[in-house]
Structures are given as structure tokens and as C-alpha cells.
């Protein structure tokens, strides 16, 4: 089977699995740029390709030939991540007897700490928007949202008022691989809701709206925190992931157990959790060679 046949195959495979629009996307590109290089090794053109020609040398010189440009070690996991799924759904189709990844072994990845906002940082953020305009308002209820509930940006821009259940605080979003869950939402942030769609004097379903009066975007909110971040002289790059990430961080200084942060946070995984219970360890650790006079060696060194 040529190539372009067996992706496509994979392709509709992975929509059937509700997988985004992003990730099918993500794992196209990864996979194109694979059968070019592939092609090129076996002296071929890419439409002449076929699934049947690639061994696990090929793929070894694949990665290594991406780590002499300097890819990163995530990317090329990322890469192989996708090989590792297309031949695996080759092989599970039988249009393939032997997986040409199965012997490729995966690049070990250092665990990088994400990064938060301390409570006071916070605070000026959430104190940043002019609430007395429309705008400013919704700028509020996006912030109040990201932190107050720990949304990711996609499920925030796509949330609906039918989505709202203010009057018990929570709130319905749509996850990772179109799974659902419930998170409650903070009484700082019924009030912004109530507040900006009070000012608003449409009835359209969609919660957030740009100045055009259609649903705001993911790159949309980027520019929001970009300039409310810049308002109040923050230093550091704040992207709408580390509100994510400090919703977490503060919830488990706050005490809670990781299960419900993770419940909350809708990993599938607690590990993917886990990560946090690290980052709040890494800080005591800081604190705690900062202050304490015996952790800053013998006197006189």
C-alpha cells in the first residue's frame, strides 16, 4: 500500500477516535515529513512510496538526522509517537506483518517543572481589567476563569452560557478527546460572569465574544493576558497555561489531595498531576535554603 493511501487510512482512523482537528493535523505533519526523508533514503519519489519498505533502520536514521538539527528531545518523542501509532494501526489492520518501529527505543526526556504565578503576581492580575467597559469585563471573567477553575484555554473560548450553572456554581466544559467534565466555579467569577453579560445586550449563546460579536479565540485571549500582564509591569512571559498551572500549584499549598486536583484538572493520568506535587517541593526547597541560616553552609564560607 503507497503511503498517501495508508495515511489517509490512519487519518479517518484517528477522527473515529475523536481526536482533534490539531492533533490529526500535528501527526500528518510528522508523518509527511517522515516519508519524504524516507523516499529520500531509498532513492524514490514520495508518490512512489510504499508502507512495505521501511525497516527500523530507516526510522533510527530518521531521528538521528533530526537530533543533528538540533530538534529537541520532546519533539523527537513526539515524532516517534507518531510513527509508533501509524505503524501499530498498520500492523492492527494487517496491512503490515512487523512494526518497523517496535525496536526503536524512545529519547528520555527530563521532566520540565511548569511554570506559575505566585499568589501576590496573581492578585495583580486579577485586579488588572477595567470592569467598568465591556471589554474590561469579559477580560475579568476570562482571568477568573483560567485560574478560579483551572481551564485550559480551548475549553474556556468554548463554552456557551447553556455550559453555566451559576446558581450552583459549576460549570460544563469540554475536555482532551471530547470527554466532559463538571468544575465549580468561584463566587469572584459568578459575579464577572453575571456583570459582563449584564453589559451585554445580545442574547447569543456563546459565553466570551471578540468586538465583532463572534466567539473569541484561543490566540485572542493570548493577546488579553499579553496586555494585562504588560499593565501591571510583570516581568516574566505569561502564557494562559501558567494560570492552569498556578491554579494547581496553589490548590495543593491550599491542602487539597492530588486526586481531586486531578479530577479537577481532567487528567486521565496522575501523573500528568504529579508534576505539581514536584513543583511545590522544588519551592519549599528554595524557600527553605533562602531562610534557614544552617541551610547556607558553615559560617564563614
Excluded: W
Excluded at 131 to 139: F, V
Amino acid at each position: 500500500m503507497k503511503m498517501d493511501e495508508a495515511l489517509s487510512l490512519f487519518s479517518g482512523h484517528q477522527y473515529s477516535q475523536n481526536r482533534s482537528e490539531l492533533t490529526v493535523a500535528a501527526y500528518q505533519t510528522d508523518l509527511v515529513q517522515f516519508f519524504r526523508f524516507a523516499a529520500l533514503e531509498l532513492g524514490l519519489e514520495p508518490e512512489t512510496l510504499t508502507v512495505d519498505l521501511i525497516d527500523v533502520y530507516i526510522v533510527r536514521g530518521f531521528l538521528g538526522v533530526m537530533a543533528e538539527h538540533g530538534l529537541t528531545r520532546k519533539s523527537m518523542a513526539r515524532k516517534l509517537a507518531a510513527l509508533r501509532s501509524f505503524f501499530k494501526f498498520l500492523c492492527r489492520k494487517e496491512i503490515l506483518q512487523i512494526n518497523p518501529v517496535q525496536r526503536v527505543a524512545s529519547p528520555k526526556l527530563g521532566r520540565k517543572l511548569p511554570h506559575f504565578l505566585y499568589l501576590d503576581q496573581m492578585d495583580g492580575l486579577l485586579h488588572a481589567s477595567d470592569c467598568t467597559s465591556l471589554l474590561g469585563s469579559r477580560n475579568q471573567v476570562i482571568i477568573e476563569l483560567l485560574y478560579g477553575s483551572g481551564l485550559r484555554v480551548s475549553e474556556l473560548v468554548s463554552l456557551d452560557r447553556e455550559n453555566l450553572d451559576l446558581e450552583i456554581g459549576l460549570i460544563r466544559v469540554l475536555g482532551k478527546g471530547s470527554k466532559e467534565r463538571v468544575v465549580p466555579v468561584t463566587d469572584y467569577a459568578i459575579k464577572a460572569i453575571g456583570e459582563y453579560l449584564g453589559m451585554r445586550k445580545d442574547h447569543h449563546k456563546i459565553l466570551l465574544l471578540n468586538y465583532k460579536g463572534t466567539r473569541l479565540s484561543a490566540r485572542s485571549v493570548r493577546r488579553v493576558l499579553d496586555k494585562l500582564v504588560a499593565q501591571i509591569s510583570l516581568e516574566q512571559h505569561v502564557n494562559p497555561h501558567m494560570l492552569r498551572h498556578s491554579f494547581a500549584t496553589h490548590m495543593l499549598d491550599g491542602g487539597a489531595d492530588l486526586r481531586s486536583v486531578q479530577e479537577l484538572l481532567g487528567h486521565l493520568k496522575l501523573s500528568s498531576t504529579q508534576i505539581y506535587t514536584h513543583l511545590t517541593r522544588e519551592r519549599l526547597k528554595k524557600v527553605y535554603a533562602q531562610a534557614h541560616p544552617r541551610a547556607k553552609g558553615p559560617i564563614g564560607q
